[in-house]
């Protein structure tokens, strides 16, 4: 069985998740990066960052093209921006059509919750994939980070892929 998480993080939150829980599962790791640089602070950084996914965006990903051919299991993970998933996320789930794969899910937000981000990236994926399983982390680097760090390492061994 093989694994990857594929996974966007503005500030690090997404990262460090995904880092310890593809860290736990022995998988492949790949972090989305785009050409256009988002805004990490004060207004813009929401402004930006909002725009990008009340318009749909699709900004350029930088990444060499990613072969999902030989994953059985793939992990998406995602910062929430209004209340879904972020724009880099957009592009990755339209470029990259993943069908037959056990899929479970990633977010992190700022307490908002993540129920309305899992279904659209459900909606997203559609129903060709097993979905395995979904979780969602509020601001890990700065709340309990020690707290986060075993939910995430407890989550992964609790998956069941194939
Ligand atoms: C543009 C933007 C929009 C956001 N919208 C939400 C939101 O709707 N709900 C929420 O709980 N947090 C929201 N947040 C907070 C982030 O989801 C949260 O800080 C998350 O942990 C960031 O993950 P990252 O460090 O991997 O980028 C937003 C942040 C940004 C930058």
Request: aromatic share 12%; hydrophobic share 40%.
């Amino acid at each position: 069985m093989k694994t990857l998480v594929v996974y966007y993080s503005l500030e690090g939150n997404t990262k460090y998740i995904s880092e310890i829980i593809a860290n736990e599962l022995n998988a492949d790791l790949i972090e989305l990066h785009t050409k256009k640089q988002f805004p990490s602070s004060g207004f813009k950084k929401y402004f930006w960052g909002g725009k990008s996914v009340l318009f749909k965006e699709q900004p350029e990903l930088t990444n060499e093209n990613i072969n999902l051919q030989p994953y059985d299991s793939i992990i998406l993970g995602t910062p929430i921006w209004a209340g879904t998933y972020a724009a880099p996320l957009n592009t990755f789930l339209k470029q990259y059509k993943m069908i037959g794969k056990d899929i479970a899910l990633i977010a992190c937000h700022a307490g908002g919750g993540a129920d309305k981000c899992f279904s659209a990236m459900r909606k997203a994926l559609g129903s060709d994939n097993n979905m395995v399983g979904q979780i969602d982390f509020i601001e890990p680097l700065k709340r309990d980070k020690d707290g986060n760090f075993k939910k995430a390492v407890k989550w992964s061994n609790s998956l069941k892929m194939s």
